[in-house]
C-alpha cells in the first residue's frame, strides 16, 4: 500500500494566548487560520503565554546539523524489492523448524517537515524511516508466540534475522513450566524495558505533569535512581529515531541529562511550559503528524549504566522476560505496576535453564529505578527509547 | 490491465476538541481532513493507494493495479466475491452547539467535580467529529454523514502522600449535545467521589478468587479476549485461540456473545469501510462459537458474510468489532453476590491487553470490592485480574439481566477505531486476582 499526506498544522498567537487549527487543503489555509485565531480568543488571555520560539534563541546551537536521519536508498526502494523483505522476514522464520509465520511487515516513510513562524523561524528537514516487524508462532499442546522488529533511519536492517529472532523466541517458549511465587532478580530485555519507560518514566520527567503535581519526582537534584544508572535525552543521536537539528516548536535540538549516576538533573519542556517556570525549552515540544498540537515527549532516551556485562551470566536465581502484556496498564502517577511477563525464562547460575509458563511481576517502577544494577551490550532502539538489557535486583513475581 | 474488483472511498473529517483543566482552557483545536483511498483487487493481490489532495482517479487506479499487480505474483489466488448493494443515503444530524456555549458548559462540568478540598485536580476533555464518508464501486455508491461525539472528566484526589485517580466518560452517536443535562455532572461527581475514596482503599489479596465484574469490565473481557480472537485475519493468521473450534463448546452454557454494527451504541456504522452494510452476527450462543467478524478477503476465503471491514483514515479495512457484548441472563445483581458469597466485586477497566495466540488477558480494574457472605463490604484499589481465556469462560457461572454497553477506541494494528463494548454482571468461579 501506498499512502501519501500533506498538511498545514497552524498555530496563532492572539490575544495573549495561542489557538491551534490544522487542514489537508491549501485553498482552506486562511479560513484555518481564522479557526486558529478564534480558538486563541475562546481560551482568552493567558499571562504564561509568551509567543512562539524566536530565531535569537540559541543561535550558536542552530548551526548543529545532525547525522543519519535521510538516506535515499530508502525512498528510492521500489515495490518488488519492499515484497523481497517480506519474503527475507519470511525465510527467517521458515530457518526455525516447526514455527510458522503469524505476520510480517516492512514499510518506509519520507517525510518532509517544514516550519516557519513570524519570530524569523525557518527550518527544514527530510527524514526517512524503514521499519520490519516478523510475528512467529510453535505449537506444543498450545501455542506460543513471540515478536521481534527494528527500525533505523538508513537501509541497514537485517529482515530475515528478525523473523529468526521471532521463531527462536517462540520456540524455545514452548513447554514452559510454572515457578514458584518469591522474589527473583529480573533481566529484562530491551523491549521489557522500553515498556516501563514509555508508560511511567515519560510521564514522570514531563516538565507541565512536575508542575501539576501529578508526577512522582518533583525536586532536581533528589536521588531518585541507582547510583550507576545515568539516562540522557539526546535529539541529535545519531540515526535516532527522534533525532532532528529542531524540535517541533522550531526550537534546536541538544543532548540534556535526565537522570545523572542516580541524581535528577532535568525535566523536559517545551517553550510555553518551559516559560511558565521562567526556564528554557529543552527541545521536547512533538507533534504525531501535522494535524497533532505539539506536546512534551522525549527525542532519544538513552539508558545507561555504569556497571556493562552480561546480565544474564550475573543472575544466580533469576528470570528473563522478553516483553510485558498490557503495559501501558501501569499507574503512571504511582509507578505500581501488575504485569504479565511474555517470553520468559528461568535462569539460574548465568544460564538459561527452561520457558516459564504464565507470571506475573508486581512492582514500583521508581523502586525498580534503585534496583538496577547492571547494564547489557545488547542495546537495541525502540522507537524513541534506547536501551540495553537490564538487571533488576529482588522483584516480586506470582 | 482492468482490475478484478475496485472499489473507492473519500472522507471528510472535521474535528474539534477541547481540553479544561483546573478552570483552564488547556487546549482548544479544530481540524479539517479529507482523504481518498483507490483500492484495486487482481489475481489474488490488492494495491492500494491513498491520498491527501483530490487525486485524479483513474490516474490513482492505475497506480493500485500495478501495485495489485505486483503483490499478486505472491499472493494465494483467492477469487474474491461480489455482492448486489443497492444505492444507499443516510445523513444522521448530530445536534452542534456554539463553541463558546460547549466551552462554558464542559466549565460547569469540571465544576461539578470540584466536590471536596481533597480534589487537588480536575480535568474535562471534549471531542465532537463529524464525518462524510462516500463509497463507491463499479456498480454501486453509497453515503453516510453521522456525527460522533465524546467527553471524559477526570479527578485526583491528595491527602497524607496519598494520590488517586477517578475518572468516568460517555461517547456515542451524537452531536455535541451530548455534554447537555444532568448526566455530564453525575459523571463529574461520581469520578471525584471514587478518587476520594480511593485514597482510604487498601489493596487486595492475590490469589484465585471468585469475582463478580461488572458491565464495564465483563465488556472488556469479552471485547479484549474473547472478540479480537474471533477477527477472522487474526484466525487465519493462526494467531487466534479459537482457531478451529468453530461449532465446538468453548465456555459456558450461559455465555451468548454478539457483534451488532446496527445498534445506535459507539460502534455504529450504516455501511462498513467496504461498502457492506452489516448486520448483527452472533459469536457465542450457547457457549458453543458460532462466528468470526469478517471483511470481503476473508469472507471470501472462508465463504462467510462480510460486514466488518473497518478502517481507521486511509488504512486497509481489517476485521474489526462493532458493539460486542454478552447477552443478558436471567439473573438479578443480588443473587449474583449470594452465588458468590465471598470473593471480590471488580468495576470498571483502566486498560487490559490480550495475547490472542495463547489465549492470555490481563486486566486492571479501577476499584474492587471485597464480598462477604453475599454482602459489598470495603472498598479496594490497584486490582487486577488475568488468566487464560478459555477456562475463564467455561468458569462464568453467573450472568445478570442488567447489559449495559459502554463506548470507547479500540486499537488493532496501529489503527483505531470506535467500539461499543458491554455485558451484564457476571459471577467467575475462579480468577487470578492481583494487587498488594
Not at chain 2, 464495564?216 to 493468521?237: P, Q, S
Request: glycine fraction near 10%; proline fraction near 2%; charge should be negative.
Amino acid at each position: 500500500m501506498k499512502s501519501s499526506s500533506r498538511g498545514f498544522g497552524i498555530r496563532v498567537s492572539y490575544g495573549g494566548n495561542f489557538g491551534f487549527a490544522s487542514t489537508d487543503d491549501e485553498k482552506d489555509l486562511e479560513k484555518r487560520i481564522d479557526a486558529a485565531k478564534k480558538n486563541a480568543k475562546l481560551k482568552g488571555r493567558d499571562e504564561d503565554w509568551k509567543g512562539f520560539v524566536g530565531a535569537e534563541e540559541d543561535k550558536d546551537k542552530r548551526r548543529e546539523k545532525v547525522e543519519g536521519i535521510y538516506d535515499r536508498d530508502i525512498v528510492d526502494l521500489n515495490g518488488e524489492e519492499m515484497i523481497e523483505f517480506v519474503e527475507s522476514l519470511m525465510e527467517g522464520i521458515k530457518s526455525v523448524k516447526g514455527t510458522f509465520p503469524i505476520g510480517g511487515e516492512v514499510s518506509t516513510q519520507e517525510e518532509q517537515f517544514k516550519i516557519i513562524n513570524t519570530n524569523g523561524i525557518e527550518e527544514e528537514e527530510k527524514r526517512t524511516m524503514i521499519y520490519g516487524s516478523a510475528e512467529a508462532s510453535f505449537r506444543d499442546d498450545g501455542m506460543n508466540s513471540a515478536y521481534d522488529f527494528a527500525i533505523s533511519r538508513d537501509l541497514n536492517i537485517d529482515f530475515e534475522e528478525i523473523g529468526r529472532n521471532a521463531a527462536n523466541l517462540a520456540k524455545n517458549s514452548a513447554n514452559g513450566k510454572k515457578i514458584r511465587s518469591g522474589r527473583y532478580d529480573l533481566v529484562l530485555s530491551p523491549l521489557a524495558v522500553s515498556e516501563l519507560f514509555d508508560n511511567i518514566f515519560i510521564h514522570a520527567i514531563n516538565g507541565e505533569e512536575v508542575m501539576k503535581g501529578r508526577s512522582k519526582f518533583s525536586n532536581i537534584g533528589e536521588e531518585v535512581g541507582n547510583a550507576g544508572l545515568t539516562i540522557l535525552d539526546d535529539g541529535l543521536f545519531k540515526g535516532g529515531c527522534g533525532t532532528a537539528s529542531f524540535d517541533d516548536e522550531g526550537f534546536p535540538s541538544g543532548k540534556n541529562y535526565i537522570l545523572d549516576e542516580g541524581i535528577l538533573k532535568n525535566f523536559i519542556y517545551d517553550s510555553y511550559t518551559a516559560g511558565k517556570e521562567g526556564k528554557k525549552s529543552m527541545g521536547n515540544a512533538v507533534r504525531e503528524d501535522y494535524s497533532s498540537f505539539p506536546e512534551i515527549d522525549v527525542r532519544n532516551l538513552i539508558v545507561a549504566h555504569n556497571n556493562v556485562g552480561d546480565p544474564i551470566e550475573e543472575t544466580r536465581d533469576g528470570i528473563l522476560i522478553n516483553s510485558f502484556i498490557g503495559a501501558h496498564t501501569s499507574n503512571e502517577i504511582t509507578g505500581d505496576f501488575s504485569l504479565e511477563g511474555k517470553n520468559a525464562f528461568k535462569v539460574e547460575r548465568g544460564e538459561i535453564k527452561y520457558p516459564i509458563k504464565s507470571l506475573m511481576v508486581y512492582g514500583n517502577f521508581f523502586d525498580l529505578l534503585k534496583a538496577i544494577v547492571i547494564a547489557g551490550r545488547d542495546i537495541k532502539m525502540v522507537y524513541d527509547i534506547i536501551t540495553p538489557s537490564i538487571l533488576v535486583e529482588d522483584q516480586r513475581v506470582i | 490491465m482492468q482490475a478484478d474488483f475496485y472499489d473507492v472511498r473519500r472522507c471528510e473529517i472535521e474535528n474539534r476538541a477541547f481540553a479544561i483543566e483546573d478552570k483552564k482552557i488547556e487546549r482548544v483545536s479544530s481540524s479539517f481532513d479529507h482523504f481518498t483511498v483507490v483500492r484495486a483487487f487482481l489475481d489474488g493481490g490488492w494495491g492500494i493507494v491513498s491520498s491527501s489532495s483530490d487525486p485524479d482517479e483513474e490516474a490513482v487506479l492505475k497506480d493500485a493495479i500495478k501495485l495489485a499487480k505486483l503483490s499478486s505474483k505472491r499472493s494465494k489466488k483467492i477469487h474474491l466475491k461480489r455482492y448486489e448493494i443497492k444505492d444507499f443515503k443516510q445523513k444522521i444530524e448530530g445536534k452542534l452547539l456554539r463553541e463558546e456555549d460547549e466551552l462554558s458548559i464542559l466549565r460547569e462540568i469540571e465544576e461539578s467535580a470540584k466536590i471536596d478540598e481533597r480534589i487537588k485536580n480536575t480535568k474535562v476533555f471534549f471531542s465532537s467529529s463529524r464525518m462524510k464518508v462516500l463509497y463507491k464501486n463499479d456498480h454501486h455508491e453509497e453515503f453516510y454523514d453521522l456525527c460522533r461525539s465524546g467527553y471524559s472528566i477526570s479527578a485526583i484526589a491528595k491527602e497524607d502522600g496519598e494520590m488517586q485517580y477517578g475518572a468516568e466518560r460517555e461517547y456515542g452517536i451524537k452531536g455535541s449535545d451530548i455534554i447537555e443535562g444532568d448526566r455530564p455532572h453525575i459523571l463529574a461527581k461520581k469520578a471525584a467521589d471514587m478518587s476520594i475514596k480511593l485514597l482510604k482503599a487498601s489493596s487486595p489479596p492475590s490469589g484465585k478468587k471468585r469475582v463478580i465484574l461488572d458491565q464495564e469490565l465483563g465488556g472488556v473481557f469479552i471485547h479484549e479476549a474473547v472478540g479480537h480472537a474471533t477477527e477472522a485475519d487474526i484466525v487465519l493468521a493462526g494467531d487466534s485461540i479459537l482457531e478451529g473450534k468453530m461449532g465446538k463448546r468453548i465456555g459456558s452454557e450461559m455465555i451468548n456473545v454478539y457483534d451488532d454494527p446496527t445498534m445506535m451504541e459507539y460502534g455504529y456504522y450504516p455501511f462498513d469501510d467496504e461498502g457492506i452494510i452489516p448486520k448483527r452476527r452472533t459469536l457465542i450462543e450457547d457457549g458453543v462459537l458460532k462466528g468470526y467478524l469478517h471483511n470481503r478477503e476473508t469472507a471470501s476465503v472462508l465463504k462467510k458474510e462480510p460486514g466488518n471491514g473497518r478502517a481507521d483514515g486511509d488504512e486497509v479495512p481489517i476485521p474489526r468489532m462493532s458493539n460486542t457484548f454478552i447477552g443478558d441472563g436471567d439473573m438479578k445483581f443480588e443473587e449474583l453476590l449470594e452465588l458468590v458469597s465471598d470473593g471480590v466485586y471488580l468495576c470498571g477497566s483502566r486498560g487490559g491487553e490480550v495475547s490472542t495466540a495463547e489465549g492470555l488477558f490481563h486486566f486492571n480494574a479501577t476499584k474492587g470490592y471485597i464480598i462477604r457472605k453475599g454482602e459489598i463490604g470495603e472498598m479496594v484499589k490497584d486490582v487486577s485480574l488475568s488468566g487464560n481465556t478459555l477456562e475463564t469462560l467455561k468458569r462464568i457461572v453467573g450472568v445478570g439481566n442488567d447489559l449495559k454497553i459502554n463506548g470507547g477506541h479500540c486499537g488493532k494494528e496501529g489503527q483505531t477505531v470506535p467500539v461499543g463494548s458491554g455485558s451484564p454482571h457476571l459471577v467467575i468461579s475462579s480468577c487470578l486476582i492481583g494487587g498488594e
